[in-house]
């Protein structure tokens, strides 16, 4: 028995799927979310930081944490949720490969960088597929009400990647992609 996770359609809501490594910090995402009630995280990870934990026990109607969800599961929320969390790599030339897997869900996504040249936040302007910003409380509020704004004005969803950018991200085309291949292989012998 799998559980789906409920989305508020009067809220922000805000996703975040993965792990948080030594390096991927949430504080300053944090205190800008907690700044307005009208904006929600949930986490689904397999282990939250300690300081993760002391936010949702201070305000669980805004921080939300769920543990592990299984993939299908994961999938699913990502779709369902109003905009996807990227915490940046310690390297800035790394590429998290989450940014892929929301690239399929179809949603915008906001990349919280810790560097000004950042890979992540070039591919999601190729993509415009929504927004890069550092990791500051004063912009991430700012951002947060901007997308609230959004949201409320009926234009939040306009701001997902266009299909034709990411399409071949999906999960879709790569099954097709990785079944045209396998096929070629059995083919050619």
Do not use: M
Request: with cysteine; proline share 5%; glycine share 4%.
């Amino acid at each position: 028995h799998e559980r789906w996770l409920d989305f508020d359609p009067q809220r922000l809501e805000l996703l975040y799927t993965g792990s948080f490594y030594s390096f991927r910090r949430a504080e300053k995402l944090l205190g800008a979310i907690l700044s307005n009630p009208e904006i929600r995280l949930t986490v689904a990870t397999i282990s939250a930081p300690e300081y993760l934990h002391a936010a949702a026990a201070r305000d669980p109607e805004q921080i939300r944490i769920v543990g592990f969800l299984p993939h299908r599961v994961a999938l699913v929320a990502q779709r369902s949720s109003d905009v996807l969390i990227n915490i940046a790599n310690s390297d800035p030339v790394q590429i998290p490969g989450k940014i892929f897997e929301y690239f399929g869900a179809g949603r915008p996504i906001i990349h919280i960088r810790t560097s000004e040249q950042d890979a992540t936040s070039d591919l999601l302007a190729a993509a415009s597929g929504g927004w890069s910003c550092e990791a500051d409380e004063i912009l991430l509020e700012n951002l947060f009400d901007e997308l609230l704004q959004l949201k409320k004005n009926g234009e939040l969803s306009s701001r997902s990647a266009p299909s034709s950018k990411v399409f071949h991200y999906s999960w879709p085309e790569l099954a097709f992609s990785w079944s045209d291949r396998v096929s070629a292989l059995i083919n050619a012998r």
